[in-house]
């Protein structure tokens, strides 16, 4: 039986799975496989402009977990988006970069520890990761 934040979760994956077809975007669903690297995002995909982005779905009230935050920042750092997604998630909104973004202060590549000890309120709504100096 699926618990209730599952289900959330199941929400967004679906949603962000079901904006990919529309767009006529690629993507691969890794959520929950056992063939991911942990802490993949679990959608990989592109944006209008052909950007590769991971986009990792989230339940509200919930954050990337350490291994997820420091995929995201390496995917960042290669050139490509880092997303989290939440029931709201567009595609229009991605390509327009449109999203609320917040922002990691660059340091010595262990930043994702710095972000799970943070107390960061959930942001309850598709926002994009931007490393800055």
Not at 80 to 99: A, K, P
Not at 112 to 127: G, P, R, W
Request: aromatic share 10%; glycine share 10%; proline share 2%.
């Amino acid at each position: 039986m699926t618990s209730r934040k599952e289900n959330s979760k199941l929400g967004a994956v679906g949603k962000i799975v079901n904006e990919c077809i529309i767009h006529n975007r690629y993507y691969v669903n890794v959520h929950g496989s056992l063939f991911s690297q942990d802490g993949t995002p679990d959608i990989l995909t592109h944006d209008k402009d052909g950007v590769f982005t991971g986009i990792e779905a989230k339940r509200l009230g919930s954050l990337p977990a350490v291994n997820q935050w420091g995929k995201g920042l390496e995917i960042i750092r290669s050139g490509g988006r880092f997303i989290i997604g939440y029931e709201d998630f567009s595609f229009d909104v991605v390509d327009n970069h449109q999203l609320p973004i917040f922002t990691v202060k660059a340091s010595d590549g262990f930043e994702q520890y710095e972000l799970a000890d943070m107390k960061i309120k959930a942001f309850n709504q598709t926002t994009e990761v931007k490393l800055i100096d």
